[in-house]
């Protein structure tokens, strides 16, 4: 290794601090799930009727919201749109939680099978099975469709899932989970929202937070620890997550579900100055802590700037 590499990984290791013991951190995360994990099936009444008048999404993060396009529409379409990225949303979470799982498993693959920090992997894992049946389950309560993904981002995706580097992936992990995670910290205290729409959001979010502490954690050490290349194609691969991931958080054919111009809306929504301060609102408790572990640095901050996701 270079002298220049030693010095950016000395850098690297005074501006963070000391990394937290692995086993105590992934002990803590095991102690809180004995105490604070949900039965889906069992927490959630899931035979009530839906609500006539409430969102299944706050309207303020519907994709259109004051747009000109928004102002146009009646109030029915526009809570049917809400009904419909809410579907999105759901399936995107299911097609991203699928892949962590994988990831996580790939994760602890050589790993020692007793250790605290393989058995939460394992809690984590069971988790994302329980969510991603919870989310299934409201996409159909709600009598919208699943959307997939675009073929062209579904299939390299599995290539992600072969050839991902660890701190590649614990870095994907929080791009998927933490800005879905700010807008459900929203919708589960709104109480114009739908009551099961809110029990899962509510759900998620207590779950998600040792989701996302034990990525951090294992991020964060691995930023320090990881050879140069691996730093730098982490760096690369997790600016161009973040662009799939704003092309892939709300598909297009929502639009045309409930009657609007595809085109015209997609085209809406990219203008919208309310929608990108949403997004980049959702997306800066994770930059901040990207930039601060020095992820954020040069060609992936640019690919960052280009997805919208970082100001």
């Not at 749109?81 to 979470?93: F, K, T, Y």
Request: with cysteine; net charge neutral; proline share 4%.
């Amino acid at each position: 290794m270079t002298t220049a590499a030693h010095g950016d990984i000395q850098l690297l290791r005074d501006a963070l601090g000391p990394l937290r013991d692995r086993e105590q951190v992934a002990a803590r995360l095991l102690e809180s799930s004995a105490k604070h994990s949900f039965d889906p099936d069992k927490e959630l009444d899931w035979d009530a009727p839906i609500e006539d008048g409430r969102w299944f999404w706050p309207p303020e993060l519907v994709s259109l919201y004051d747009t000109p396009m928004w102002r146009r529409m009646s109030e029915e379409q526009r809570m049917d749109l809400a009904r419909h990225e809410a579907a999105s949303l759901a399936s995107l979470g299911i097609w991203f939680e699928i892949i962590l799982m994988q990831l996580l498993v790939r994760h602890i693959y050589d790993k020692s099978v007793t250790s605290n920090h393989v058995r939460y992997a394992l809690t984590e894992i069971a988790d994302e099975c329980r969510h991603s049946m919870m989310f299934a389950r409201m996409i159909q309560k709600g009598g919208a469709p699943a959307y997939a993904v675009p073929r062209i981002y579904h299939n390299l995706a599995r290539v992600l899932k072969t050839v991902s580097t660890t701190p590649g992936s614990f870095a994907a992990t929080l791009l998927g989970e933490e800005i879905l995670d700010w807008m459900q910290r929203l919708t589960f205290p709104d109480e114009r929202v739908q009551t099961l729409v809110r029990g899962v959001t509510r759900i998620h979010v207590v779950e998600e937070a040792r989701h996302v502490r034990y990525a951090r954690e294992e991020l964060r050490r691995q930023m320090v620890t990881a050879p140069r290349w691996e730093q730098e194609l982490t760096r690369l691969s997790c600016g161009q997550a973040a662009r799939v991931f704003s092309v892939c958080f709300v598909n297009p054919q929502v639009y045309e579900n409930v009657g609007l111009d595809r085109r015209e809306a997609v085209a809406q929504v990219n203008a919208s100055g309310h929608r990108r301060e949403v997004m980049q609102s959702g997306a800066r408790r994770l930059t901040d802590f990207l930039d601060d572990i020095g992820v954020l640095r040069g060609p992936g901050r640019r690919l960052w700037k280009s997805s919208g996701l970082l100001a």
